[in-house]
């Protein structure tokens, strides 16, 4: 069965808004750090509600696009708005509760694992993925490869090889939900320094005080914009 004929949906009013706002950033030339005006003016411009504007200014925000400052208005974070489209956001808002889900099962019970059973190879490989993570972060990046470098190296440490492949099915999703996490504000440094508190409990070979740090750091990777985005809140 084909779904090319399933019944069509009407494009959301700040769909279009966030259309006309890149291209308005592509013409008028604009770079991060520059501020978009006021959502007022935009909304007036557009002839389109405030709420409409934005709710476009949210979406735009959860995908790391902008930085609304209180009080202080819109700035762009990048050179341009390539915005990811909204059903794409909406199917990834569905399915990532159940991977943080997942994810706090497997890998609390790794860390664990890892603290009774790692050699002195996987605690170089943990030290090692810290120090790219903080690399990347210090030149400005996110850390997403030193994170996926760390959690695959506590994985190693393990040394269980059914949870590995039970890591292996859902690797797809994790960095989903690993780009979506770091992409958050300050949200790199807090997560180097829960990798810290991982690793220090995996080298004391503290099990219990292993998969209470990973625990926590997998709770604060659940806390994202995306989770509270309510993508029909105004159509």
């Not at 520059?34 to 934005?54: C, I, M, N, T, Y």
């Not at 860390?111 to 790219?132: C, F, G």
């Not at 690399?135 to 490869?145: D, L, P, R, T």
């Not at 099915?169 to 991982?198: G, K, N, V």
């Amino acid at each position: 069965m084909t779904d090319a004929l399933r019944p069509m949906t009407k494009q959301r009013l700040y769909e279009q808004v966030l259309d006309r706002l890149r291209q308005y950033v592509t013409e008028g030339g604009l770079r991060a750090g520059d501020r978009l005006p006021p959502e007022r003016d935009l909304a007036q411009r557009l002839g389109v509600s405030r709420a409409s504007v934005k709710q476009a200014i949210v979406v735009l925000e959860v995908q790391g696009l902008v930085e609304a400052r209180h009080g202080g208005g819109t700035y762009l974070v990048r050179d341009s708005l390539d915005v990811e489209p909204v059903e794409r956001m909406v199917e990834r808002r569905r399915r990532l509760p159940d991977v943080l889900e997942a994810r706090e099962a497997l890998e609390t019970k790794l860390a664990e694992l890892a603290a009774e059973r790692r050699t002195d190879d996987d605690l170089h490989a943990l030290r090692s993925a810290l120090a790219h993570m903080a690399e990347e972060i210090e030149a400005g990046g996110h850390g997403v490869e030193g994170d996926r470098l760390f959690h695959a190296a506590v994985t190693a440490a393990a040394h269980s090889g059914l949870l590995a492949e039970f890591m292996r099915t859902i690797a797809e999703q994790i960095a989903e939900s690993r780009t979506e996490s770091l992409r958050q504000p300050d949200r790199p440094h807090r997560s180097l320094a829960q990798h810290q508190a991982i690793l220090d409990a995996i080298s004391d070979g503290q099990p219990r005080r292993a998969a209470t740090a990973m625990r926590r750091h997998v709770r604060t990777v659940a806390k994202v914009r995306l989770l509270d985005w309510d993508p029909e809140e105004q159509r």
